[in-house]
């Protein structure tokens, strides 16, 4: 290539051309927290050796030890796990109605079963393991034995023992427990698989037939701070009814008081009463109607309101057992009438001397009636179709004896 020629002027010298230094602006001087900071960031940005080497070597060994694996079907396992848990929690809090019957009745308890547990300790954890075993015991039995119908019958065994025993008083014994539970794991067996229709709960017609028999062996309550026998509240105020309440009212609700072992807690009943309200499984017609009759007894006595509505034992029968949609004819006429007469007997009757036992055997009575008439309607229409059939036989009969002698 050929080199480039300078550049002449006019008068043939080169010129040289000059460059002219930039201008530049000095840098702002840096802040001490700044020059920090860029210590700090390029401290964590510079490569550890010996971490790096023992991280590697760690890596090694893992590989080959196929610790450090990946399965995406464990992965798939565990989202499955993780979905339906979530997916019963989100029905629960927002869709209630779409769970199952025994699911809703079992959340309801749930509230008085951990108050009893905190109040009574030992005794009520005593009677909730027999509850238990006994329940989840003949629901196995009864799911082995009634595996090839169709449809299979659906027992509440466990929530007819846990009821059962609920009512039972610290003081008596753990067989008394175990007969209301066995008795109440049979009711609900046979009431699921030949007259399911029958509306209404095992354990509490168990309690109320213990009772009777045994003269009032289930109803020994104790006090929860001493653990020695002492009477309920409402057989304090019967005993001396013009003295002041033996109780204050906080007390009454939260429950610390002798009485039945899962139910002394207003507090822990009126949460139960909120999700039965919540999941709509309680008739607000019994519920309003039991309290209405509650309340003309007690005015006509001229009783103390707080002494005789502030009583947890007394809504855990009102509120949980009667007025559960569950265990109620499907007429809505007769819902205000049954609310009614119950809150009036089951306050009422305390003028005779019951205590708050009145209110348990006044809703099983009301329950034990309602199970009369349905058994008495069934055994009338298994009658009548097998006179009809009976009917239908002997008129074919004369028929053909009509058409051999033609």
């Avoid at 509440?156 to 009512?167: E, P």
């Avoid at 708050?356 to 009369?372: D, K």
Wanted: proline residues 6%; contains cysteine; glycine residues 8%.
């Amino acid at each position: 290539m050929a080199a480039k020629r300078p550049m002449s002027t006019r008068a043939g010298a080169p010129q040289i051309r000059r460059v002219r230094p930039r201008r530049t602006r000095p840098a702002p001087q840096a802040s001490r927290q700044d020059v920090c900071e860029e210590a700090t960031r390029a401290c964590r940005l510079s490569p550890n050796k010996v971490r790096g080497r023992a991280s590697a070597r760690w890596l090694a060994i893992t590989t080959r030890l196929r610790l450090i694996a990946y399965n995406p079907n464990v992965l798939a396992r565990l989202k499955a796990w993780l979905h339906r848990p979530a997916a019963w929690l989100d029905q629960a809090a927002f869709s209630p109605a779409s769970l199952r019957d025994d699911l809703i009745t079992g959340i309801a308890l749930a509230p008085t079963i951990v108050a009893g547990l905190v109040i009574f300790k030992i005794r009520a954890v005593e009677m909730l393991a027999i509850a238990l075993a006994l329940g989840i015991g003949a629901h196995l039995v009864a799911r082995w034995v009634w595996r090839h119908d169709i449809p299979r019958p659906q027992p509440s065994a466990v929530i007819a023992a846990i009821v059962g025993v609920a009512l039972v008083g610290g003081g008596a014994s753990l067989v008394t427990s175990a007969e209301i539970a066995v008795l109440a794991v049979i009711l609900e067996l046979l009431r699921a698989r030949y007259i399911s229709a029958i509306r209404a709960q095992a354990g509490l017609l168990a309690f109320a037939a213990v009772a009777i028999v045994t003269r009032g062996a289930p109803l020994a309550y104790t006090n929860p701070a001493t653990g020695k026998p002492f009477p309920d509240p409402i057989a304090l105020w019967y005993v001396q009814p013009s003295l002041p309440a033996s109780y204050d009212p906080v007390t009454l609700y939260v429950g610390n008081v002798a009485g039945p072992v899962f139910a002394t807690s207003l507090l822990a009943v009126a949460i139960g009463i909120a999700w039965l309200a919540y999941s709509r499984r309680l008739s607000l017609v019994v519920a309003v109607g039991f309290l209405a009759g509650a309340v003309v007894a007690i005015g006509a006595f001229h009783w103390d309101y707080v002494a005789h509505l502030d009583s947890g034992p007394t809504w855990f029968v009102a509120g949980l057992l009667l007025a559960d949609r569950r265990n109620l004819p499907a007429s809505w006429a007769i819902r205000p009438v049954l609310g009614l007469g119950a809150g009036l007997l089951a306050v009422g009757l305390r003028v005779r001397g019951y205590g708050i036992e009145a209110a348990f055997l006044t809703v099983a009575g009301v329950q034990a009636v309602m199970a009369i008439v349905v058994v008495l309607m069934w055994a009338a229409s298994l009658g009548r179709e097998r006179w009809q059939r009976n009917r239908r036989l002997r008129q074919r009969e004369a028929q053909l004896r009509a058409v051999k002698s033609a």
